[in-house]
């Protein structure tokens, strides 16, 4: 600090000059602590520079009142005038100055509140905007799934308006007209390619000796094999159409034993000698056809379905109308 006083005009005129020093926090303080020490500092330096400015200015009052005389009132009077302006300015100075400090304060304070609540806001609607984009995606696949299931039972009731008068619905109605007059029913075999075989296990079951498909199969194709001459006159090659060679009736014989080919009338021929028992096929719009005639047995009886399923045809197997309860049950 640097203060001079000048005389002129008959006024007294003084001029200070202040330096203000840098403190040094220790290295060892933490950030919180260096900010809180950084704020502390600057709040004593202003209250002490104030102080000072203070002193000084009595200092000043003290040399302005005792360079005019004591009898001179005018200037007296101009004196206390001048004093009670310079102690009002001082005070006003000190004030705004306090204020400011105090405002630099408040405003670092509100500023880091202010970036915390927009980075909560931020956060907040990145958050919302998620979920929303989430709801909307899972409303989107729940619309979705609702418009299939709506598609897919119009579709039912279409085919089931169709199938009314179907060739598939009507075969079935004639079907089971037919056999409720024979106080039968149908026994619904599944369509696999072993549909012939599986019938005619099923009819099997309550008979001694029944046999599993595999052996129906395999003692099916060695029939055909034993008595080809029966049978290959009547197998043809689906590419030429002429009459199957040795080889390929071989082949035909170890698809019968070996895989799912579907089974006809020359497996039903064949089983008929294999089993020594009559084979019955019911049909909706046909007699009833009989193989193995020569065999005074009880028959095996057969369903033979011409648009059961989209594949074509398909073999079901019969029960009597008693045994709808076990069925359930089955």
């Known amino acids: 600090y640097f203060s001079y006083s ?31 020490e950084e704020v502390e500092t600057a709040e004593e330096l202003l209250v002490k520079q104030h102080r000072k400015e203070k002193k000084d200015l009595q200092a000043k009052i003290q040399s302005m009142k005792n360079a005019v005389p004591k009898n001179d009132k005018k200037r007296r009077k101009q004196l206390t005038e001048d004093i009670a302006k310079l102690e009002a300015e001082l005070n006003q100075k000190h004030e705004n100055e306090l204020q400011h400090l105090q405002n630099s304060n408040a405003a670092d304070k509100v500023d880091e509140v202010a970036d915390a609540v927009d980075s909560m806001n931020l956060a907040g609607r990145e958050e919302t905007e998620v979920k929303q984009g989430r709801i909307s995606k899972a409303q989107k696949r729940r619309d979705k799934k609702a418009a299939q299931e709506r598609e897919r039972e119009n579709r039912i009731a279409e085919a089931e308006v169709e199938n009314l ?42 008979r001694s000796g029944s046999l599993g498909i595999r052996e129906l199969r395999a003692q099916t194709a060695q029939y055909m094999r034993n008595h080809s001459d029966d049978f290959l006159p009547f197998l043809t090659n689906p590419n ?91």
């Open 240 to 330: 030429t159409g002429n009459m199957c060679t040795a080889d390929e009736f071989e082949k035909y014989c170890n698809d019968v034993a070996e895989t799912a080919a579907w089974g006809g009338q020359l497996e039903l021929r064949a089983l008929t000698h294999v089993l020594q028992l009559p084979i019955e096929v019911i049909q909706a719009d046909s007699p009833t056809i009989t193989i193995g005639e020569e065999y005074a047995k009880p028959p095996v009886m057969l369903i033979y379905m011409r648009h059961a399923y989209g594949l074509g045809e398909h073999y079901n197997s019969v029960q009597t109308l008693r045994d709808t309860a076990s069925e359930d049950q089955e």
């Open 6 to 36: 000048t005389l002129g005009n008959g006024k007294l005129w003084s001029s200070s000059i202040y330096f203000l020093v840098p403190i040094y926090c220790s290295s060892e303080l933490s950030d919180h602590d260096l900010t809180m």
């Open 165 to 206: 008068s179907g060739s598939r619905h009507q075969e079935d109605l004639k079907l089971r007209k037919k056999l409720a007059e024979m106080h039968l029913q149908i026994r619904e075999i599944c369509s696999d390619g072993h549909c012939m075989y599986r019938a005619v296990e099923h009819q099997l079951m309550d």
